[in-house]
């Protein structure tokens, strides 16, 4: 029998200069000190919209609207697989905060390659360059 892959929701967030969110995961937790999307897990009985919606707020103390999604992308870093389900997000109202992360930076297209990404992060951003970028 084959366990179904955990659902997970990360956003691209751009601001009003084009650049984009990053985020820096805490020291003591999985992928430590790596940079992401914000993002988080689908809960029971959520859609990946609301989920979106929901971490966001959680982890940033924003809310946004959503703009488009972009490819699914099947990952496993050796703990279980997971879909990560990305959308390019804009922020309706409040301003981003560090919540749960040990850092947050705005950065120009160009910086975020050289920033140690997530490796599950990776096909969103190039997606996202190539793309719209």
Known sequence: MQVQAVNVV???LVNAEGKV?????????ALAL?????????????SPEQA????????LEIDVRIVKRL?????????GSFCL??????????EPRACEHA????CHRDDLSALDMAAADGP?????LSSFG
Do not use: H, M, N, T
């Open 21 to 29: 969110l990053a985020c820096q995961r805490p020291a003591g937790k």
């Open 10 to 12: 990360c956003a691209i």
């Open 124 to 128: 969103v951003l190039l997606e996202y």
């Open 52 to 59: 979106i919606v929901r971490e966001l707020q959680e982890e």
């Open 103 to 106: 850092e947050i930076r705005w």
């Open 71 to 79: 490819s699914d992308v099947d990952w496993d870093y050796g703990r």
């Open 34 to 46: 790596k940079w992401e999307f914000p993002g988080g897990k689908v809960e029971p009985g959520e």
């Open 85 to 94: 389900i990305p959308y390019i997000c804009e922020i309706v109202s409040g």
